[in-house]
């Protein structure tokens, strides 16, 4: 695949993502390419990455100008605690605005590392380098930033748009399939919200994206970014159009909150979990038809995706997934704030509900 290039356009700032393989290679160039010149970068890597993956991406740079910070990158540790560690190590080397901070890993590195850069001297430049499915496909566009706390997911955060996105597709080979097919949940719920077409393309070669069979992967990848691209730059701040990107994600955060992020449903898996609960109850309010209800439960049940929620909560965790739900960032009111769906590539946006319809939603789906 040759080097694909995608610019981002939008209110506060403009950079492109880079797509393609064997760009490890090429970082230095990349970043002088896109007019990224500083004294000192601090790179914040997620400590899942293997050391000789580590060890040549270090040797691209002059080491005198680099430090190395070591993230243990799990959703427990997306919190405050370690963005006053990484603020600490820029406080500490005197780092200034024109200085560097660059993320190598998934989207909860890129997430922690983005936001530290965006309340570091109000903001130091950020390079993003995700190297998960996930990362690539959605969190590492658009410029949201945001860490955990015990009230929920996301709920502190800021938007703060990168320079540069290196997205190499050759890192995707090291993870493992469940970590694809958590990435494949993104890609999978902008086919949903965006274009009718290319659901019928991933219905047909899902397994071939999964197995990262090429040009079907890049093709995939490509796509979800140019989906992406579209509703970030029609809204970056998400005061309207951009809520469609958080199509299933109040049930799939509330679904992780709950579980208080254990290793038994990562975000992905939620995710997909809340698309279906999304479709579900779509169908019940008689807002999706049953033919299209029926073609996306299908590819569920055809590519073995995840869909019973009872494999994972018994009604005694009802209330507690309430809460979680009452506290998602989307809400205005003591309602339910959903992002729904009217047809595969058309959603319903600012739709509203009580406790006691989400209660009785989730005690049917408990029971199937």
Do not use: W
Not at 57 to 70: A, G, P, S
Request: proline fraction near 2%.
């Amino acid at each position: 695949m040759k080097q694909f290039k995608l610019n981002i356009n939008t209110k506060t700032q403009k950079y492109p993502i880079i797509i393609g393989r064997g760009l490890l290679n090429n970082i230095p160039k990349l970043l002088k390419n896109n007019s990224l010149y500083f004294t000192k970068c601090l790179i914040v890597i997620d400590n899942k990455i293997k050391k000789k993956i580590i060890l040549r991406i270090l040797k691209k740079f002059n080491k005198k100008n680099i430090i190395t910070f070591l993230f243990n990158a799990n959703e427990k540790n997306k919190n405050q605690k370690n963005v006053d560690k990484i603020l600490a190590v820029l406080l500490k080397n005197n780092f200034q605005r024109n200085d560097c901070l660059i993320s190598v890993g998934g989207g909860i590195t890129g997430d922690v590392s983005g936001f530290a850069s965006s309340i570091y001297k109000r903001g130091i430049n950020f390079v993003n380098i995700p190297t998960t499915l996930l990362a690539q496909v959605d969190s590492s566009i658009g410029g949201k930033t945001g860490i955990n706390t015990s009230f929920g997911k996301n709920l502190i955060g800021s938007f703060y748009q990168p320079k540069l996105v290196i997205s190499d597709i050759d890192f995707l080979k090291t993870l493992p399939k469940r970590e694809i097919v958590c990435g494949y949940a993104e890609i999978f719920k902008h086919s949903l919200i965006f274009e009718e077409k290319f659901f019928s393309f991933l219905d047909k070669n899902a397994n071939k994206i999964i197995n990262l069979k090429s040009p079907f992967i890049e093709k995939s990848i490509i796509k979800s970014c140019e989906i992406k691209k579209k509703i970030v730059e029609l809204d970056e701040k998400e005061k309207s159009l951009r809520k469609i990107l958080n199509f299933g994600h109040t049930f799939a955060h509330a679904y992780e909150s709950s579980l208080n992020y254990s290793k038994r449903l990562n975000h992905g898996e939620a995710v997909l979990l809340g698309i279906y609960s999304a479709i579900s109850f779509s169908l019940k309010f008689k807002l999706l038809s049953k033919l299209n209800y029926l073609k996306i439960k299908d590819h569920f049940i055809k590519y073995k995706l995840p869909n019973k929620i009872n494999n994972y909560f018994l009604k005694k965790d009802l209330k507690r997934l309430i809460y979680f739900m009452k506290k998602d960032k989307k809400n205005t009111s003591n309602l339910i704030n959903l992002i729904l769906i009217k047809k595969i590539g058309i959603t319903k946006l600012n739709l509203n509900f009580n406790e006691k319809v989400l209660n009785k939603f989730f005690i049917e789906e408990l029971n199937n």
